[in-house]
């Protein structure tokens, strides 16, 4: 078995020390951060999301994973951040309110680091108000808004009608994701982008400032 099926195998189990142990290898080895993180970890995920839709595992079973997902991101993160010395910009990152998922946002989080963002990452659950009140705070160019939940990803609407609501819409640039998000909904809410994923993420939001 390659130690990308190793890792993605392990994850599945909820192995964090063997996922943290395999990562750690795989890059000693030589293995592109790029393919740790598509073809082990997140496919591995892939394939218990699966799983949970069909009823065969559960929430515990999910948490496990998604435990030793993190852990081999930890290992990983250094890896596939780059950072030049002068940000090129200010994000504030979170998941929108009622919604726990946070893995998608914290690779949305370390891409934009390795873009050159100055990244304020306001974690999961967040409030419109509290969206508002760290963007303010912290001078930010770029709000960042990861919704997973059909149920919550209203919540991205709240948060730009919000902004308007205080006249301060125009000050950012308003970018949402997530799986159930797309282009047609981030047109609908008034969202400045929508990004399928990550790194395409990063991508835009560079452009976006520059
Ligand atoms: Co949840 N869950 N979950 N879950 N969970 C989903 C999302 C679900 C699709 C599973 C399913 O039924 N197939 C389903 C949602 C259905 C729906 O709304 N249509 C679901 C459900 C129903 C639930 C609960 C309601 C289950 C319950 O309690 N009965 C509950 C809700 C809790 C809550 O949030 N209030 C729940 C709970 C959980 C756990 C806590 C167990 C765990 C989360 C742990 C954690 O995040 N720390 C969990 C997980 C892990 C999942 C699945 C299996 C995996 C999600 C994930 O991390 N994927 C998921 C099924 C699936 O997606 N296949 C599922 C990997 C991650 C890298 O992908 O987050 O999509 P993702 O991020 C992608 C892109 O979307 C994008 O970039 C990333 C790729 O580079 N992206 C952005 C994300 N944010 C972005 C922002 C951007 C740009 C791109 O710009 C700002």
């Known amino acids: ?49 699966g799983r949970f839709k069909r009823n065969e595992v559960f929430v515990p079973e999910v948490l496990v994973a998604a435990r030793a997902l ?3 991101l930890s290992i990983l993160e250094p890896k596939l951040i780059e950072v030049g010395n002068e940000p090129i910009g200010k994000a504030i990152v979170g998941t929108v309110q009622g919604d726990l998922h946070d893995i998608g946002k914290n690779l949305v989080v370390m891409m934009l680091k390795g873009a050159g ?18 963007a303010e705070e912290e001078n930010a160019d770029i709000i960042c808004m990861s919704a997973l939940l059909t149920t919550t990803m209203g919540k991205m609407k ?32 008034g969202a400045d982008y929508y990004t399928p994923d990550a790194a395409t993420a990063a991508e835009v939001a560079k452009r976006a400032v520059t």
């Open 158 to 189: 709240e948060n730009i009608d919000l902004l308007k609501e205080k006249n301060v819409r125009d000050k950012y640039i308003v970018m949402v994701g997530g799986a159930p998000v797309n282009e047609e909904f981030a047109e609908e809410i």
């Open 117 to 134: 963002f100055d990244v304020v990452d306001i974690g999961i659950d967040v409030a419109p108000e509290t969206f508002l009140q760290k």
């Open 1 to 49: 078995m390659s130690i990308l099926n190793e890792i993605s195998e392990y994850l599945q189990k909820g192995r964090a020390k063997n996922v943290k142990a395999l990562v750690q290898q795989a890059l000693e080895e030589g293995v592109n951060p790029k393919d740790i993180l598509n073809e082990g970890l997140l496919s591995g995920m892939t394939v218990i999301g």
């Open 70 to 72: 993190n852990a081999g």
